[in-house]
């Protein structure tokens, strides 16, 4: 008995010494591993990217901010004196990259850890001794007015507070499911839930969901840990340059074959957060209508099940339950950019760009005439040469053109953008020849032109924008006000994304006189770099400012904080000199007289007066940041926003139409062009943005 104890005792240290020596070997590699990247990174952000500059200690202070949001963005873990601790490494970051010495983020994320740890006991104590959903109590909303507690007793509140505004959700949400199934299926006996198991319920969803953000975080490993510094340093060079891990870079070639199974949305990373950056034309959240890009997704369900926090998560694994098979529901709890947080319900499905292209038909104007109305919801092009946006734009133009419209309103509300080189084409069908955009790459400027002298329509032209048009839209509408060729109209100004970003595999980066073997340590992933910035042919970027409309009109989001100039670390706007070009012969638009109207139909107009009613609303409980998260306030609250979004008729403000595909043609199952037309006359009555734009087109000279 005693060989056998003393043969188990042996047994037992050989494999734990043996697992220690696995882990350290594993550290070691880590390490070595991370140092490679920390001096491949460092090389090709200063070499390539379009500021051509060293990392310094304005990068690391960025860097430092931007980990703390990334890790904490409610403050909910670490304490003040955390961050003093870790103010010593504010202006060394730059340096750790140079060197390899990297010590910071596995400091800071042990620091994390153990933080994690002692919310995890304060959690469940809390939930152990129960919650007061009736009492009268506030707390901050905005994280950017929430100071870190200095000692575990603030903490503990804070948490407590959270998870009884996160009880008093579930009980509002469990309870208005329970009476919509008993008001759906009448007739049918179905037990209407006690406020006691309604808060059980509640209870239960929270702990479940504040377990699995807690295991979520215990498990982050060292190569976790570099990897989120890498991605941190870089974007603090700029919001849309990144690095992506191996699996990230997978995930982003997926999508760039536009295959995914999912929501049709792409998102990314922004202080903690997983934010809706733009919706995918053809995919299922562009046809559900309800997710916006600058939404904030919060929280993931899968069907019926319970919400997963997704706070603080990583990107792929935030993607990874959005994403699901073709047919399957996920819900998103989000807050959107006016600060309401709504539960948007998506069916999965294949995302295929070529699902949605240009659309469009012909408006009668009172008395005799037609308008021409055209949707170009992205600027697709199949490089494969299958299909491309500037060839179904030229046909369905020669179709209006053929009808001898009077105006043309071209609808790039929420285009996000696409190829660049559609976006100079498109351009040369409304002008004669000349150049379209400027594109810079550090030192050097080229100039790309239209050189064909064919006009497709030479009549008075509207471009329709908003707060969600960006890049080659962008470019597209510049270069339209820029030579006096269309008249500007929506939002005070457009997205303002004016740069261009390449991707390098970084296993062809290595550098040759490493003169060791590094081929153990791939794959390394990819870096996505901002290389090149895009201006107008004025001279002015299309950086940050965007394009500014010639006609304002409000919109819901008119006072949010949407665009490139809100985004962390945003490159900022500036002036080269201009291209050399002829502006347009005749401008037929009075913008003086116009504005002058425009005043006055925004006064009186049902639908604007709705628009600046929910829009003054929203800014005032953007700045109404003390919320009250008793179950009676917030019902109530509820019951507010629900009339608001009544009254608004609870529809997205852009249009999406579905006529006739000028690139494609009938086919079976399409509708009718008099189906079509008599379904545009129904949405034009609702749309207030196409009513003052046909009123415009009526008064060109």
């Known amino acids: 008995m005693m060989k056998r104890i003393a043969f188990l005792l042996f047994f037992s240290f050989f494999i734990t010494a043996s697992c220690l020596q696995a882990a350290e070997h594993s550290r070691a590699y880590e390490l070595k591993r ?18 051509h500059r060293p990392l310094d200690n304005k990068i690391s202070t960025q860097a430092f901010k931007l980990y703390l949001k990334q890790v904490d963005p409610r403050k909910q873990f670490f304490l003040q004196k955390d961050i003093d601790s870790l103010k010593g490494f504010k202006l060394k970051l730059d340096d750790e990259m140079r060197s390899g010495n990297l010590q910071f983020p596995i400091a800071a994320d042990e620091i994390l850890r153990e933080r994690v740890k002692q919310v995890q006991a304060i959690t469940t104590a809390i939930f152990k001794q129960g919650i007061d959903l009736n009492k009268v109590e506030s707390m901050q909303s905005d994280a950017k007015k929430i100071r870190y507690c200095k000692t575990i007793e603030e903490l503990r509140d804070r948490w407590r507070k959270d998870i009884k505004y996160q009880t008093v959700s579930q009980y509002l949400d469990i309870q208005e499911i329970n009476k919509a199934a008993s008001e759906t299926n009448k007739g049918t006996k179905i037990k209407i839930k006690k406020p006691a198991e309604l808060k059980k319920e509640a209870l239960e969803k929270v702990r479940k969901s504040d377990d ?45 074959r536009g295959s995914l199974e999912g929501i049709g949305a792409v998102l990314q990373e922004d202080s903690g957060y997983v934010k809706v950056v733009r919706i995918i034309p053809g995919g299922a959240a562009y046809r559900q209508k309800q997710l916006t890009a600058d939404d904030i997704i919060l929280m993931v369900a899968q069907g019926q099940k319970e919400p997963v926090n997704i706070a603080g998560m990583r990107l792929r694994d935030a993607v990874s339950l959005i994403r699901g098979k073709k047919g399957t529901t996920v819900r998103l709890t989000v807050k959107k950019p006016d600060g309401t947080i709504r539960v948007i319900s998506i069916v999965r499905d294949i995302v295929q760009l070529k699902d949605t292209f240009v659309k469009a038909v012909t408006i009668k104007l009172p008395g005799d005439g037609l308008i021409g109305y055209m949707k170009i919801p992205s600027f697709y092009r199949d490089f494969r040469g299958k299909r491309n946006v500037t060839d179904d734009t030229r046909k369905a133009l020669k179709k209006l053109t053929a009808q001898h419209i009077k105006g043309l309103i071209i609808d790039l509300r929420n285009d996000g953008g696409g190829a660049l080189v559609d976006a100079v084409k498109i351009a ?45 839209s962008e470019i597209f509408a510049g270069a339209m006000q820029d030579y006096g060729r269309a008249i500007i109209v929506g939002s005070k100004h457009s997205y303002g994304k004016g740069t261009v970003q390449t991707m390098l595999n970084l296993d062809n980066q290595l550098p040759s006189f490493f003169g060791i073997n590094v081929s153990r340590y791939q794959p390394l992933g990819a870096l996505k770099l901002t290389t090149q910035k895009f201006y107008r042919i004025n001279g002015g970027s299309t950086q940050d400012r965007g394009v500014a409309s010639d006609i304002v009109i409000p919109t819901r989001f008119m006072y949010s904080k949407i665009g490139e100039k809100y985004s962390e670390n945003a490159m900022p706007w500036d002036k080269i000199a201009p291209a050399s070009y002829k502006k347009w012969p005749s401008y037929p638009f009075n913008i003086k007289k116009l504005r002058e109207l425009n005043v006055h139909l925004i006064k009186t107009n049902k639908k604007f007066i709705e628009i600046v009613k929910e829009a003054d609303e929203a800014r ?36 999406y139409l579905h006529g006739e595909d000028y690139g494609q043609g009938k086919k079976a199952g399409r ?18 943005a196409i009513q003052e734009s046909l009123d415009i087109l009526r008064r060109a000279e």
């Open 34 to 51: 991370a140092q490679l990247l920390s001096y491949i990174l460092n090389h090709e952000i200063t070499t390539y990217h379009y500021y």
């Open 212 to 256: 699995y953000l807690f295991s979520r975080m215990l498990k982050m490993d060292n190569e976790d840990s570099y990897n989120r510094f890498f991605s941190i340093i870089v974007r603090a060079v700029d919001p849309h340059s990144d690095y992506l891990p191996p699996n990230r870079k997978e995930d982003f070639d997926i999508h760039m």
């Open 428 to 472: 040369g069908l409304f002008i004669r020849t000349g150049p379209v955009v400027q594109i810079r790459a550090q030192d050097k400027t080229d100039i790309l032109n239209d050189t064909d002298p064919s006009i497709t329509y030479s009549g008075p032209l509207l471009i329709l924008i908003n707060r969600f048009s960006a890049s080659a």
């Open 620 to 655: 005032a409980r953007q700045q109404h940041t003390i919320i009250d998260i008793d179950l009676a306030s917030q019902r109530h609250e509820r019951q507010k926003l629900a009339a608001i979004r009544k009254a608004a008729g609870d529809k997205p403000y852009s249009p």
């Open 671 to 688: 509708i009718t062009p008099a189906q079509e037309k008599k379904k545009f006359i129904k949405r034009l009555n609702t749309d207030p």
